[in-house]
């Protein structure tokens, strides 16, 4: 997906600020936003709705695979959270997640050449899962989000449950 589509998929986000994700976000999830995990995969998370639009959001161990080199970053998972957008065939991870869970460079990582409009597919474990995430679209006024699309869903054979009254999210993985 390009840019510009991911743009107008992504268009009314502007209510969730990057600030959110590491306090209140995080507060409703029970689990600090770019921390630490032990490795392990889930087979059910609870997410959380969050905000007057009624998101679907929930943290996930996220981990670059073995294919990656890093000099900085970690080897063990870490708690991203994720907007879950059924419309969305990829899944995207922000510039920050990137750093912190070990890729500094996404195109190096990616290991090819890239022009201005291309995105790079990189391999992470996402809840144990390998799935090809690309890097949010830096020059997006919602860079800071990462996206759960339908690739996770396909790859792991996971179900989504949203609804409810009150409104509950949560990935139940087989």
Not at 4 to 20: G, K, M, N, V, Y
Request: with cysteine; hydrophobic share 40%; proline share 7%.
């Amino acid at each position: 997906m390009n840019g510009l589509r991911f743009d107008a998929l992504c268009a009314d986000f502007e209510d969730i600020q990057p600030s959110d994700l590491a306090g209140r976000v995080s507060q409703k999830l029970g689990a600090r936003y770019l921390e630490e995990t032990l490795p392990g995969c889930k087979k059910l998370v609870l997410g959380a709705v969050w905000g007057t639009n009624l998101r679907p959001i929930i943290s996930l161990h996220v981990q670059i695979t073995e294919n990656i080199p890093t000099i900085s970053g970690t080897r063990q998972p870490v708690h991203v959270h994720f907007l879950f957008l059924e419309a969305s065939p990829q899944t995207y991870i922000s510039e920050e997640a990137l750093k912190r869970i070990g890729i500094e460079d996404a195109v190096v990582a990616g290991e090819s050449l890239v022009g201005p409009n291309d995105h790079v597919s990189l391999p992470v474990r996402i809840n144990g899962y390998i799935v090809d995430i690309a890097r949010s679209p830096s020059d997006s006024h919602f860079a800071h989000l990462n996206i759960l699309g339908e690739d996770l869903i396909r790859v792991s054979g996971a179900n989504a449950y949203y609804g409810g009254n009150p409104p509950i999210f949560e990935l139940v993985f087989p």
